[in-house]
């Protein structure tokens, strides 16, 4: 399984929207709903803020959406805020029982 | 309140073998499929390979085929990670993660695997 493509880095004012693409292939985004999505914050262990392409657990804002197209998912933070800077992290399940991430993306908050 | 603790992680000689331990509290332990993923020095996440819930059906990444074995002990809300023949490349920070909805909801704070001579 190769690891998904994500854009090493991406940036936003406070207050604006960001999206962060995340492209598989057919064998595994476009396969399955099964894409989840992850923030690391510095020296953090990575935390679930998208599972199933667009579903949230409780606890995330929804300034946090998901969303999918073809082979590529899409994760989008309004309203940005300065405590959203960090590393964010796609998944997706690639069949027979494997899982692949992406090479995550820096989002800085300017 | 949920928490998954790793431990077993240190500085081993190209070749050496590790067994990392990951001890899991506040939720039922033996629910819920298990994985492993790690994260080398300054790059992304890497799944290594998930167990079943009872034990019986593991799975790993095709990088990681016969060199791990993962293993649980229900009794003990404990995970194992088995690593033999140790590269320079498996250096990372080792994670335990509940697996859920087909992602992976909860994660240990990591623990650090160094591989050097």
């Known amino acids: 399984q190769s690891a998904l493509t994500q854009p090493p880095s991406a940036s936003g004012s406070p207050g604006q929207s960001v999206t962060i693409s995340c492209t598989g292939t057919g064998r595994d985004i476009g396969g399955y709903n099964f894409v989840s999505w992850y923030q690391q914050l510095p020296d953090k262990a990575p935390k679930l803020l998208v599972y199933e392409v667009i579903k949230r657990p409780s606890e995330v804002p929804d300034r946090f959406s998901g969303s999918k197209s073809g082979n590529t998912a899409s994760l989008t933070v309004s309203g940005l805020q300065a405590e959203d800077e960090g590393d964010y992290y796609c998944?997706?399940?690639?069949?027979?029982?494997?899982?692949?991430f992406g090479g995550g993306t820096k989002l800085t908050v300017l | 309140q949920l928490q998954l603790v790793e431990s077993g992680g240190g500085l081993v000689k190209p070749g050496g073998s590790l067994r990392l331990s990951c001890t899991a509290s506040g939720f039922s332990f033996r629910d819920y499929y298990m994985s492993w993923i790690r994260q080398a020095p300054g790059k992304g996440l890497e799944w290594v390979g998930h167990i079943s819930s009872s034990g019986t059906i593991d799975s790993l990444a095709d990088s990681m085929q016969g060199r791990v074995t993962i293993s649980r002990d229900n009794a003990k809300n404990s995970l194992f990670l088995q690593m033999n023949n140790l590269r320079a490349e498996d250096t990372a920070i080792y994670y335990c993660?509940?697996?859920?909805?087909?992602?992976?909801?909860?994660w240990g704070q990591g623990t650090l695997v160094i591989v050097s001579s």
């Open positions: 998944s997706s399940y690639g069949g027979s029982n494997n899982w692949v």
């Open positions: 993660a509940r697996n859920w909805n087909f992602g992976f909801d909860s």
